[in-house]
């Protein structure tokens, strides 16, 4: 527990915020990363992936009277003129955003308004921006905002607001749609738990949410659709939970049949992507209820094929079994997995590149997230190379990063481009088509509606064709997968679609540079 009884400068505005307070909200930039799909967003007219949900659900935690602007600098650009027509500016960010949010800090401060900060990047790393912010408001907003709050109309403002508690997310509000234009979005995103009851050393979940799943009431899930459905939203939904099924009880016998209720009710309106552990798999009955409640997608942390690099790092739930035939299961029964791998555990050895490549060529993983590992703040992780003197830097919390912040025990230039290897290898075009044929031989993708016809579709269709068949290097491995589908298994010819684009990403992202 941080202790901190100081008093800082939001006593100017103590009367305002009482009346109408006037406060900017702003979530800083996000550099090019393996999720932002910055190079295709243009195509689909989205100028982001997702909005920033955090932020939103503060926004309407704070009260009515006030006078809100939220700024996603991911979308548009921070004016001046949004800073000095506020009162305040509340700031909330990731790890990731950290540079974005270092610019953003010294533009408020040269026009010196008050600035309030929290989210994952502060929680963790507070120490950093202890000098630069007016008030740190740390953990989750149900704990500390109202506190915060209640002192900002005394006026007498503390440095920093902590309680070592986890709240219930019970009475957790609806997101403040209206505050950004949905437009702008690939996908929205809800949240059905906090928490992970797993303990992996490099994961900072629990230091953020905690080991025990806190769940929300199904009408609550419900509720939140229903809101993002009279605003009009007709898209994807990524449900951002740390681990969906950490409360598998609840979420099977409670959520699910909740929403499968509203989808039936609403004609399926949404389908939905979230994230998992691996144990999924052996769970047969959510299996079927989370596809009839429209799951379409799920990312799991598989890490390694290798048992000593799974010890290494606690995942113990991805120990002791045959990862691909886990993968493949749920593949068969209508889930695209996306996977997150990690190099340059202690126990890796030079040949762990080789078949981290195997194993998700094997697998049929399209979308296959391989980073080097990193410590982040407050992790296990970090601890035990603080205190054995191996950590060199904070963590820049990017996933696509070709530098470490530990000493690693493979020789670093070793680590570096056997990390190179894989990824150039695994989204080069013979290897990523041949890895979406895998997955599409194993994929059975449940009956749905069929989805009317949009002038977006029928573009996809040609830059698929364009800048995959035709411009770019390797179209033979796409028209071979092209009219295998449309001969074969027309009805998996969307998905040949759908990856050959997200493919430009990936070629931009990794084989390039």
Sequence with gaps: MIKEDKIYDFSDIRDKSKENLKVLLVYPQY???????????????????????????????????????????????????????????FISAMIVQKESVKEVIKRIKKIGKPIAAGGPLFTTGWEEFIDDVDSLVLGEAESNLEPFLKDLSSGNVKKIYEVGEFPSILKTVSPRWELIKMKHYNSMCLQISRG?????????????????PRIKKGQQVVDELEALYKRGWKGGVFFVDDNLIGNHKVLENEILPAIISWQKKRKQPFLFNTQASIDLADKPG????????????????????????????????????????????????????????????????????QRQIE?????????????????????KLYQRLKET????KESSGSNTGVDMNFHPKMNMDVLMEGYKKIVKTIYSPKQYYARVKTFLKEFRPPLRKVP???????????????????????????????????????????????????RMHFSKLYCES
């Design 452 to 502: 009317k016809l949009h002038l977006y579709y029928i573009k996809a269709l040609f830059v698929s064709i364009w800048y995959s068949g035709i411009k770019n290097s390797g179209k033979k491995y796409y028209w071979n997968l092209f009219f295998w589908s449309v001969f074969k298994r027309p009805s998996v010819f969307p998905y040949v679609i759908g990856t050959s684009i997200t």
């Design 31 to 89: 550099p090019n990363t393996f999720w932002s799909f910055q190079s295709i967003l243009r195509f689909l007219n989205k100028k982001a992936a997702f909005p920033p949900l955090g932020l939103l659900t503060v926004a309407a935690m704070l009260p009515e009277k006030w006078e809100l602007k939220l700024v996603d600098m991911n979308v548009e650009s921070l004016n001046d003129s949004d800073i000095v027509s506020a009162d305040a500016v």
């Design 196 to 212: 992970c009851p797993f303990n992996c050393d490099f994961c900072d979940i629990v230091k953020l949410n905690g080991r025990i």
């Design 389 to 392: 003197g191996r950590l060199i």
């Design 359 to 379: 194993f998700i060529q094997n697998s049929g993983i399209v979308t296959a997230m391989v980073g080097l590992l990193t410590a982040l703040p407050k992790t």
């Design 286 to 353: 959510l299996i079927k209820l989370m596809i009839k409640a429209g799951f379409t997608t799920v990312f799991v942390g598989i890490e390694s094929p290798q048992d000593e690099s799974l010890q290494e790092c606690s995942k113990y739930q991805n120990k002791n079994r045959d990862l691909v035939k886990s993968v493949n299961i749920l593949q068969n029964a209508g889930f695209e997995i996306q996977g997150g791998f990690i190099v340059g555990f202690d126990s890796d050895s030079p040949n762990i590149f």
